[in-house]
């Protein structure tokens, strides 16, 4: 039976500016370093803008909830699975950060390997009234977006088609879901709660040990 994978290195890019507490909020893309963003990019071929993503939000948790340690291979290892760094059926991340077009996943109606979830908003975040679908280049459900949107971007709005906030949300949910995730049973609790499936698990862990390589 396949059994969760071991917690890959959880790694922390490098920053654009040394952190200061004092300093006014910066939005999440503008956290790493450009020289290490360029460097990266070229070397696991994610878009820079999605890497940026990544990246902004494993240092804002480094200095806002150090005790998690979600890494940004980690969670561009959840965005390759799940629509290719936002690019999946030809949507990309603009210079914003915003998924056009939006990335909507199948009905959540119960067919085989498929959860079913009815409706939860109305349709009013996945444009679908019976079911529930995911969304955006992270593929949040309505309900887990209503209780963890986060405004990485800081426009203002939590929106799950933008990129920064999508990383942010993702992250957080997982801190929230296994407290320590570099450690294997608090890798394994996050990535179970994202998604129950334990071969996904496996290939997240693969992209994100590549990534890191």
Request: net charge negative.
């Given at each position: 039976?396949?059994?969760?994978?071991?917690a890959?290195?959880?790694?922390?890019?490098?920053?654009?500016?040394?952190?200061?507490?004092?300093?006014?909020?910066?939005?999440?893309?503008?956290?790493?370093?450009?020289?290490?963003?360029?460097?990266?990019?070229?070397?696991?071929?994610?878009?820079?803008?999605?890497?940026?993503?990544?990246?902004?939000?494993?240092?804002w948790?480094?200095?806002?909830?150090?005790?998690?340690?979600v890494?940004?291979?980690?969670?561009?290892?959840?965005?390759?699975?799940?629509?290719i760094?936002?690019?999946?059926?030809?949507?990309?991340?603009?210079?914003?950060?915003?998924?056009?077009?939006?990335?909507i996943?199948?009905?959540?109606?119960?067919?085989?390997?498929?959860?079913?979830?009815?409706?939860t908003?109305?349709?009013?975040?996945?444009?679908?009234?019976?079911f529930?679908?995911?969304?955006?280049?992270?593929?949040?459900i309505?309900?887990?977006?209503?209780?963890?949107?986060?405004?990485?971007?800081?426009d203002g709005?939590?929106?799950?088609?933008?990129?920064?906030?999508?990383?942010?949300?993702?992250?957080?949910?997982?801190?929230?879901?296994?407290?320590?995730?570099?450690?294997?049973?608090?890798?394994a609790?996050?990535?179970?709660?994202?998604?129950?499936?334990?071969?996904?698990a496996?290939?997240?862990?693969?992209?994100?040990?590549?990534?890191?390589?």
């Open positions: 039976m396949l059994e969760f994978p071991p890959p290195l959880q790694l922390v890019p490098e920053s654009a500016a040394e952190p200061d507490a004092g300093a006014d909020p910066v939005p999440l893309a503008e956290l790493a370093h450009s020289d290490w963003l360029q460097d990266v990019s070229e070397r696991t071929e994610i878009p820079e803008r999605a890497l940026a993503a990544y990246a902004g939000a494993s240092l948790l480094a200095q806002t909830e150090p005790e998690c340690g890494g940004w291979n980690t969670l561009a290892g959840i965005g390759a699975v799940e629509t760094h936002g690019s999946y059926g030809g949507a990309r991340a603009a210079t914003d950060g915003t998924v056009r077009p939006s990335i996943g199948i009905p959540l109606d119960g067919r085989e390997g498929v959860k079913e979830i009815l409706d908003d109305r349709g009013e975040l996945d444009g679908d009234k019976k529930d679908r995911a969304v955006g280049p992270m593929q949040f309505p309900t887990t977006w209503e209780d963890y949107a986060e405004d990485g971007n800081l709005e939590a929106n799950p088609n933008q990129i920064d906030d999508a990383a942010l949300t993702a992250a957080l949910y997982l801190c929230d879901s296994g407290d320590d995730v570099t450690t294997d049973d608090g890798w609790t996050a990535l179970g709660t994202y998604n129950e499936s334990v071969s996904y496996h290939k997240v862990a693969d992209f994100a040990e590549a990534y890191g390589s």
